[in-house]
């Protein structure tokens, strides 16, 4: 089955503690990108990756890292989280650019 | 940079009533996306637009994209209970240093109520 897995689904952590969400897609899907979502403010772009090796930052980047190693592998990851980022966390992926986006089932953060 | 707000935040509905949310752009769409996020799900896409004036159907949802490709349209007729959700407009720059970014809307929380 065509899908975007994110692990884990749910995570409580404290302030300062390295952390990494996993993004792994079986399309072969060369475009993939992260979305923190927070009420009243939709959807953000935090990074994308146009294919392996290429990231760029999306709208919201501060205090996040990516990697693209492998095309089907995009984790996220807050070296030292903060309060701020506390939020619904989603993966997507797709096959050319502009083309529909598929989301992961999300990661919801919270960080005390 | 390229900005999309969605009207209304919210809408409050009785079934059977029809429902619209507005997305506008800041600069010209080289296309547009709509989305719907269930309660407690992820986006699931629904629909592409890509040409200037152009209108889909699915069932009881008319899509609409403006002639100058900065404003959309999502109208549902007739809600039913199972619309409930979260719609989400996206749409990439046409060209230009935002190649490979789509901007999310606001998003409308549609709630029917029986």
């Known amino acids: 089955e065509a899908q975007v897995t994110q692990n884990p689904r749910y995570l409580i952590t404290v302030t300062g503690k390295k952390l990494t969400v996993t993004c792994s897609q079986n399309?072969?899907?060369?475009?993939m990108s992260w979305y923190r979502q927070d009420p009243g403010l939709g959807l953000r772009q935090i990074y994308y990756?146009?294919?392996?090796?290429?990231?760029d930052k999306g709208d919201v980047p501060e205090g996040y890292k990516v990697s693209r190693k492998e095309k089907r592998n995009f984790p996220l990851i807050l070296e030292s989280p903060s309060p701020n980022q506390t939020s619904l966390y989603f993966c997507?992926?797709?096959?050319?650019?502009?083309?529909?986006?598929?989301f992961g089932n999300g990661t919801r953060l919270t960080v005390t | 940079g390229q900005q999309v707000m969605q009207i209304p935040q919210y809408q409050h509905v009785q079934e059977g009533e029809d429902f619209t949310t507005y997305c506008n752009s800041s600069t010209t769409l080289s296309n547009i996306q709509w989305y719907k996020q269930r309660p407690g799900g992820h986006p699931v896409f629904l629909i592409q637009?890509?040409?200037?004036?152009e209108v889909k159907k699915q069932k009881r949802l008319t899509f609409q994209f403006g002639e100058a490709k900065k404003n959309s349209s999502l109208h549902i007729t007739a809600t039913q209970t199972t619309d409930v959700g979260t719609y989400f407009c996206?749409?990439?720059?046409?060209?230009?240093?935002?190649?490979?970014?789509?901007?999310f809307g606001q998003g409308t929380i549609l709630t029917v109520h029986p």
């Open positions: 996206a749409g990439s720059n046409a060209g230009g240093t935002s190649y490979g970014k789509l901007t």
């Open positions: 399309m072969n899907h060369e475009y």
């Open positions: 990756s146009m294919n392996v090796e290429v990231t």
């Open positions: 637009l890509v040409k200037s004036g």
């Open positions: 997507a992926s797709s096959g050319p650019t502009d083309a529909p986006l598929h």
